[in-house]
């Protein structure tokens, strides 16, 4: 027997229809291409439809941008666990390459992230760019948890570096220009190299 949905759980399957139909036009076409009438439409909908889940375009975006920032935080926060102290170097490696593999696996959100992550009169830019605040954040927790004790204005400046190094890796990588493994060997030597010799981290004995 077919289950029954409530009121709410059919508005909220229909919301999540036209969030995933705005992701897709984004990630096939970009930003100009995900109208309201192509994102209901592709969403399997009329148009009035739109409107009773979303005030506008802009508001669909806004939410399309906050699913896509936080699957990359998902796999962030992810990756920033397993830590071995007796390879810190390797353990930095393995969070870029996990990131990394990350944002190759959907090359066409990834481009789309670095190119309006930084746009303030863009909704997409809006919400990504409180996807990246959140993921500053991790990285302060994470900072630590390798056994740095800087203070917090250094963790955020830290957090900022590294945020723009994984971006620009995984631009770098996506484009050609860079070999991913070799990629990856610059910036863990370059970031375990700074965290040495700038930071207090104790070495394994």
Not at 39 to 50: D, P, T, V, W
Not at 58 to 87: F, M, N, Q, T
Request: aromatic share 4%.
């Amino acid at each position: 027997m077919a289950v029954q949905l409530t009121r709410r759980e059919t508005s909220a399957v229909t919301r999540r229809r036209l969030i995933d139909a705005a992701i897709e036009l984004l990630r096939e076409a970009g930003p100009a291409a995900a109208t309201t009438g192509r994102i209901a439409r592709a969403a399997g909908l009329a148009q009035a439809s739109f409107y009773a889940h979303f005030r506008d375009r802009d508001a669909c975006l806004g939410a399309a941008a906050h699913e896509i920032g936080e699957h990359v935080l998902a796999r962030l926060r992810g990756a920033l666990l397993p830590i071995d102290a007796r390879d810190l170097r390797g353990s930095i490696r393995r969070v870029y390459a996990a990131l990394l593999d990350v944002f190759a696996a959907d090359r066409e959100l990834t481009l789309l992230f670095i190119a309006h992550r930084a746009d303030a009169s863009s909704p997409l830019g809006e919400g990504l760019r409180a996807s990246l605040a959140r993921a500053r954040a991790d990285l302060v927790t994470a900072i630590r948890l390798y056994g740095v004790r800087p203070s917090a204005a250094e963790a955020a400046c830290y957090a900022e570096l590294l945020v723009s190094v994984m971006l620009g890796l995984a631009e770098s990588v996506l484009a050609g220009r860079v070999e991913r493994e070799l990629g990856l060997d610059a910036v863990a030597d370059v970031t375990y190299g700074a965290l040495r010799a700038l930071l207090p981290l104790e070495e394994p004995r």
